[in-house]
């Protein structure tokens, strides 16, 4: 079975300052694994995506993340925050089924930018 | 881009009453997926569909029924509301294998 911790519930940074989102992973096989982000009263968008390729994932908005097999994590970052980036943000990791991906969501980080 | 699209934003019934969350999806997708999001707790998968007509329990079921008799169409039904449904729902659909693309939600308050 998969699973999902995210490290922090709640993020602040300031404005221009690094941005570091934690997220370590539980999987029986090789995993997929994604970062959504949702902005307020909005759906979730993909950020960015590992799928056994790269370690090293870049994403959307400046945003990257890394695949640590050894640490079974999968930490999201971003070298310099933005007010724009001020949202929730769910690493989720992919479990097969016979048809299609099931999805297993972190319980989220809430990313707070201040000016 | 692909569109998918919940018929209502927010939504107020009354405990016992039949509530339909409707879900459309614009790119032939064979996926779709019924979420609830509550704080804390992330995304919980309710039902998902691989084909039309075919329905799969995610794990969340009890207390919901869905419907798929098209194939850009995937409905929610609560069968008798009640208050410990209230929360934001979520569709999403996807191609096998690709990521899912979400819905803007339905955010549902059972009084």
């Known amino acids: 079975a998969q699973s999902v911790t995210q490290l922090d519930s709640h993020v602040s940074v300031s404005e221009g300052t690094p941005v570091l989102l934690r997220c370590n992973y539980s999987?029986?096989?090789?995993?997929?694994l994604f970062w959504y982000v949702q902005h307020p009263n909005k759906g979730l968008q993909l950020l960015l995506k590992?799928?056994?390729?790269?370690?090293l994932v870049k994403g959307i908005n400046g945003f990257e993340a890394e695949f640590k097999k050894s640490e079974t994590s999968f930490h999201l970052t971003k070298p310099s925050a933005h007010m724009s980036d001020a949202a929730e943000y769910f690493c989720v990791v992919s479990g097969r089924m016979e048809y299609g991906n099931k999805l297993v969501f972190g319980a989220g980080t809430i990313l707070r930018v201040k000016s | 881009d692909v569109k998918v699209t919940q018929s209502s934003r927010y939504l107020v019934k009354r405990t016992g009453e039949k509530v339909f969350l409707e879900c459309v999806q614009d790119m032939d997708h064979e996926n779709m997926f019924w979420y609830r999001q509550d704080p804390g707790l992330g995304l919980r998968l309710i039902y998902f569909?691989?084909?039309?007509?075919?329905?799969e329990k995610g794990d969340i079921p009890e207390g919901y029924s869905v419907s798929r008799e098209k194939k850009e169409r995937f409905s929610l039904i609560l069968e008798s509301a009640s208050t410990n449904q209230t929360s934001m729902y979520l569709c999403?659909?996807?191609?096998?294998?690709?990521?899912?693309?979400f819905g803007d939600g339905t955010r549902l308050s059972i009084l």
């Open positions: 999987s029986s096989y090789s995993p997929s």
């Open positions: 590992y799928t056994s390729a790269a370690t």
């Open positions: 999403a659909s996807t191609r096998r294998n690709q990521p899912q693309h």
């Open positions: 569909s691989y084909d039309v007509k075919m329905k």
